[in-house]
């Protein structure tokens, strides 16, 4: 979280809690990297617990260049392909996944552009207005198209899915993303992340729905 240490360890605690049970409602493997994203935010959460305790604990400065890293390769290389990836193995409409194909191939695209430039170009960490600021400085980083590459893949897939509860999703992934910037745009990595785990409550219902409806299936055939 980019509030403080111990709220960063109380939201990784509750994520990773939350993760484990979305995991348990899963009754295929084609849901379990949907089911994971709970989890991942705690892991990604925790990664920032750390960072903040390099910058108030002198014993604890060691974590500050891995957890920066950590968390960057969470926020900008695991999200934008993880997400499609995910609403694709969920969905069983053919059209639908032939669009969330593309938005999986802008997602994977750009995971491997941002993995590869953190290889050769310096990435640090700060604090900045009470908050943690994240500071890249890429190749052809800046401007409306790449941030448009990475907001396809991660803010528009859960529009496209058929799913129930999908579209509340993506509704709060997307309105996280305005309120992270407008009002926390130097820290925008790092507060759209905290918004964002809050979906990990919706993520843990539409898995539910699904486990719900396996199970309706079953019985309406035995």
């Known amino acids: 979280m980019c509030f403080s240490a111990s709220a960063s360890f109380v939201a990784s605690a509750a994520l990773l809690t939350g993760g484990v049970a979305t995991l348990k409602q899963t009754t295929s493997n084609s849901q379990i990297p949907f089911a994971s994203i709970p989890l991942l935010f705690g892991i990604q959460q925790l990664m920032e617990g750390f960072l903040w305790l390099s910058f108030m604990n002198p014993d604890f400065a060691v974590f500050r260049i891995p957890t920066t890293y950590m968390f960057l390769i969470f926020a900008q290389v695991v999200w934008p392909s993880l997400v499609p990836l995910s609403i694709y193995l969920l969905e069983k409409d053919p059209k639908r996944k032939k ?30 207005s009470h908050h943690i600021a994240y500071y890249t400085d890429f190749p052809h980083q800046r401007g409306v198209i790449p941030s448009l590459l990475y907001l396809l893949p991660t803010v528009v897939s859960p529009f496209i899915s058929g799913l129930r509860r999908m579209n509340i999703l993506g509704s709060i992934i997307l309105m ?10 130097e820290n925008l990595v790092s507060v759209w992340c905290y918004f964002a785990a809050i979906i990990s409550v919706t993520v843990y219902f539409i898995v539910k729905d699904i486990r719900d409806e396996y199970y309706a299936d079953i019985k309406t055939y035995a």
């Open 176 to 185: 996280s993303l305005v309120v992270s910037k407008a009002f926390f745009a």
């Open 99 to 128: 669009i969330l194909l593309a938005l999986l191939g802008i997602g994977v695209i750009v995971s491997l552009y941002i993995a590869v430039s953190m290889l050769f170009y310096p990435v640090e960490a700060g604090i900045s």
